[in-house]
């Protein structure tokens, strides 16, 4: 006896029925939505860095003011994720991703406005809040409106195109900056939020977890933010102060003690903010110690190459902003066959083979030096790294989505997102000491070896929190001033060398990591507590 055919998803939904996988018409644009959302989220975390070197010159930002307009947004994401998943399943997940797109556009705005390095460090803050509830929402709303034959490629095709349209987003970022100015880049989420907030309301239906708990885990999002915070202030300050400071001391004893607590407060918390009853799932564990550390590579890296390219190589913002194009545009081609993947050969396989050709691909970042063309400099490192992210990303998404019972998919998101940017939150903050010191002792001696005029040194010294963007000073004759040009170049290149071996080996160690921890199949975590 042949089955009646299944109502389109909003007709479900007002039938009171459960929510259902949606017609195909329905899924399409579905579809479309999330993926505009994400690649807001996702393009402003990579344009800004586009938009470093401008900033830099606008609002006199340091290397720490620098890191800290990104970490701002990253220490949001990071802290709330896992609200914003939760909070998706218990109070709806279109609600929670229109609240989020709204968050975001208005951080945006405050962004483009700004007019002190502490005014932008404060709305990206408030850009982050939003993230925290559109990224995991955007993930929630696919796994809830395809069926699982059909969700692995929905994932691919998302993360594919958001993927290009984040690799087009700092190519037309650079365009702007190099025509009319930085803040232009944040208004770009203005006409695109009006899009996603249309297709919204007139697409996507209302889905929720009904047996999600009452109430949300504010402490363990408020530990989450210390003891994040308080690490990340470290890390950054000391670069500047020295561990030896009793601030930076004092944040790094209050970021480590409060850890541990975190994670007592969530195992006897009976809606945990980070349920760790689903890391009983093997895949699961393993998808994210591999997402922290590849995902550590590549946010770490990536901080610092717009800043080699613009101000060190000497690219127009527009070319440093496409440099990664063929990167992204092996995702957008090869993303929706490397979606499905864990179908047909298991989630081990690709999370094996794809982190250890993108460790090939860091590694070749190490290569180039002072000038050359992209084509046979940058381009090849960027085509590698693009294959070995492209065999990982979908296959790694769909196996955390599919690792977990369907009920659980919007705080799985969250916890995998919010494991991706503590990763770069560490990162940058981490491989910035590593960029400081080498590019700091690397610059005294090439001074040195020039011999400029002592007088000089000091001034140039007294400026090494500018990294390249240091500019010799103005009283130095011509020779003098290109010699002192010359060194800092080096220095950051030998800087940047050492940023990419460290993200060349994390990202290997993901490989080994999966290839130890992940079965050759996605099981799904134990019910209980994680739902």
Sequence with gaps: MASAAPLPCKESIAAGLPASPCAHGAERWILATTIIASSMAFVDGTVVNV?????????????????????????????????????????GRRRMFVVGVV????????????ISVGMLIAARAVQGVGGALLIPGSLALLSASFDKERRGRAIGTWSGFTAITSAFGPALGGFLIDHTTWRSVFFLNVPLAFVVLALTFRFVPESRNDSSPKSIDGWGAALAAVALGGIVYALIA??????????????????AATLPVFLVVESRQAAPLLPLALFRSRDFAATNVLTLLLYAALAGSLFFLPLNLIQVQGYPAAAAGAALLPLVLLMFVLSRWAGGLVDRYGARLPLVIGPTIA??????FTLPHLGGSYWTTFFPAALVLGFGMTLTVAPLTTTVMQAVDPQAVGVASG????VASVAGLLAIAGLGMVMSGTFNAQLKRGLDAANIPSA?????????AKLAAIEPP?????????????????AFVAGFRQVMWIAAALALTSAVTGWAMIGSKAKPAPKGKSQ
Excluded: K
């Excluded at 070197?53 to 720490?64: D, E, I, N, V």
């Excluded at 460790?359 to 070749?364: E, K, L, P, R």
């Excluded at 103005?474 to 080096?490: F, K, N, S, T």
């Design 51 to 91: 938009a470093l070197p401008a900033l830099q010159r606008s609002l006199g930002a340091t290397l720490a003011s620098s890191q800290w307009i990104i970490e701002a947004y990253e220490l949001m994401l990071a802290a709330l994720l896992l609200i914003g998943g939760a909070a998706g399943d218990r109070y």
């Design 103 to 114: 968050v975001f556009t208005v951080g945006s705005m405050i962004c483009g406005v700004s």
């Design 238 to 255: 000391a670069q500047t102060s020295g561990w030896t400071d009793r601030w930076v001391l004092a944040a790094l004893l209050i970021g």
């Design 359 to 364: 460790a090939a691909g860091f590694a070749s």
């Design 415 to 418: 916890v995998n997102n919010a």
């Design 456 to 464: 000089v040194v000091e001034a140039v010294i007294a400026r090494r």
């Design 474 to 490: 103005a009283e130095a004759g011509a020779d003098v001033q290109l010699a002192v040009r010359h060194a800092v170049d080096e």
